[in-house]
């Protein structure tokens, strides 16, 4: 569990054709994120097994699979908060570690203790902090990137508010625009659409889609299937990965049997073949 806000912010600092888990990139060097061998364990269970995969800058990709598939694990990976056992990780070619401040992350909101005492003006501005250090006063600059953060998601209004006293979706909305004020070309949004309205899942997604336009890479870990046509890349994990590459591509009922188990049911089914998402009978 994360135990306070500031823990989840990140400080300053084979042929895609022959092999479905590696992603569409033409090449190692066309991809923003390059990933090859990852594989994860607490204690002496792995988490995640041989994970290689390329994403292009510029895509919208979700990752999905049963619980326990390691796909949080696979971000937390990916910003350098936990040491894999092998493999690598490259951003841009770089090592985590020699470019943080490309990263931006919106974590799970279970996993935040929100008994921790800031305003969501303060929560927004920790997106800033890679450039001030942690004891560095926000000039004017910061605030006013944060003030845009928090209208782009509709919040300037609770800007004094405390954190604990929004709703869900609301405090969804916070970590995402802490996300936007750190100004990286990479976002990863662990269950972003978890415990939110159909109102404000339509508002992420609308944003989230814009941030692509613009040319900013996003991964989305995500657990309805049945939104999935609105990604451009989709990964099916579980712990190794099944499929990685165009949704209408991957989603086949093969691929889902071999990612879930059988433990998908007729109604997650159902709400697929609903979305018109191609390759289910």
């Not at 090592?95 to 008994?115: G, H, I, S």
């Not at 802490?178 to 339509?202: H, K, M, N, Y």
Request: aromatic share 6%; hydrophobic share 45%.
């Amino acid at each position: 569990m994360i135990r306070s806000l500031d823990e989840v912010m990140i400080p300053s600092q084979n042929s895609a054709a022959a092999d479905p888990t590696v992603a569409p990139a033409k090449s190692a060097a066309e991809a923003v994120i390059a990933v090859r061998g990852l594989t994860v364990s607490y204690g002496h269970k792995p988490v995640l097994r041989s994970v290689s995969f390329d994403v292009p800058a510029g895509n919208l990709v979700g990752i999905v699979g049963p619980n326990g598939a390691g796909k949080s694990t696979l971000l937390r990976a990916m910003l350098g908060l936990i040491q894999p056992d092998s493999g690598s990780i490259r951003i841009g070619g770089m090592a985590v570690d020699q470019c943080r401040d490309r990263l931006a992350y919106v974590p799970q909101t279970e996993a935040v203790d929100w008994d921790f005492p800031v305003t969501v003006l303060d929560v927004v501005l920790m997106g800033r902090y890679g450039r001030l250090g942690w004891f560095g006063r926000p000039p004017r600059a910061d605030h006013d990137a944060a003030e845009h953060a928090l209208g782009l998601v509709a919040m300037s209004e609770y800007r004094d508010r405390h954190i604990r006293q929004l709703s869900g979706g609301q405090q969804q909305r916070v970590f995402l625009a802490r996300a936007l004020c750190q100004e990286s070309d990479i976002l990863l949004l662990d269950e972003p659409f978890s415990g939110v309205d159909a109102a404000t899942e339509q508002a992420i997604f609308q944003l989230i889609e814009k941030l692509t336009t613009e040319g900013k890479t996003l991964i989305v870990v995500n657990h309805d299937l049945s939104v999935l046509d609105r990604f451009d890349l989709v990964m099916l994990l579980n712990q190794q990965v099944v499929a990685f590459g165009p949704t209408n591509e991957v989603m086949t009922d093969q691929n889902l049997r071999r990612t879930y188990g059988g433990r998908l049911t007729l109604l997650d089914r159902a709400d697929i073949a609903l979305s018109g998402t191609q390759g289910l009978p």
